[in-house]
């Protein structure tokens, strides 16, 4: 895993950009800065010299991770880190705009309290505006936003997957009916890659692999989408050897969150991820 990763960070700028199309409304991002600024409740905007990120809150209300989740945490533990009634976090998406091109990263839980269409439309986009969306990995809570009464949510959206993790969802016989459904839909957009290919707007995949078979990060400038890399961030940051049950290979998540989280401070980047606390963005220190 290490050598796959290490291989992979030198590829930032060996390939050209592959667009989506634009589906940008308005002028050009504004001069860079680096703070967010409030959109709308739950939607909160990052411009930089290269890109504007956009955080989108997806869960209603405030939203912790259990302990119970944290196998390695015990009471003292917990009490320590200010944790005992659980970790706080969210269910995010993000929205890119780089290169002329608009990147919707996962697609959120899909459920009746789901805020990702109201955060785009605070964005002034609808579902059909969307042209593309990017993947990290195949869990419900950043596909089950895809779809909704069997049709496709985002009709006009071209969709990227890692063929690693699409392969492996595939062979999950009995566990993996809403990927199957999900895939089946999105089929004639689908487009399946492999660490190392052009990727829309620029962006760069980088393998994280051990919270599920192909969990994916994207790169682009300073700005980082860690995925699932954490999904308690007030144990994990200190404690990155300590995994959520919803990793499906603690061993090599353990690992790769280490590195990833020292490739990050190496290289003061900027951390987006979908389970971070408000607004689910780490400047650099």
Known sequence: MRNLFLSVSFLFFAFAAVSCGSNKKGGQAAAPEKQLTVVADGVQTLVLDSLKLTWIKDNAGAHVMPISLFAAVDSVMADTLGVADGAPATVSAFYMETEG?????????????????????????????????????????????????????????????????????????????????????????????????????????????????????????????????????????????????????????????????????ENNLIMAGMHLPEPAVVMPE
């Open 101 to 265: 091109t608009g990147i919707l990263f996962d697609a959120g839980n899909g459920d009746a309290e789901s805020g990702l269409l109201k955060g785009l439309e605070a964005l002034q986009l609808s579902p059909d505006d969307i042209k593309c969306i990017v993947l990290t990995h195949f869990h419900g809570d950043h596909i089950g936003g895809l779809v909704k009464e069997g049709k496709a949510v985002f009709p006009n959206a071209a969709l990227w997957a890692p063929r690693v993790e699409y392969d492996a969802w595939m062979a999950m016989e009995g566990s993996n009916a809403q990927v199957v459904q999900t895939m089946d839909i999105y089929k004639e957009s689908l487009h399946l890659f492999n660490i190392g290919d052009a990727l829309p707007g620029g962006i760069r995949a980088i393998p994280a692999y051990g919270h599920t078979p192909g969990h994916t990060l994207y790169q682009k400038g300073d700005v980082l989408i860690i995925a699932d890399l954490m999904h308690g961030a007030a144990i994990q940051m200190k404690y990155p050897d300590i995994c959520a049950s919803y990793d499906m290979d603690p061993v090599k998540a353990a690992q790769v969150r280490k590195e990833i989280l020292q490739y990050v401070k």
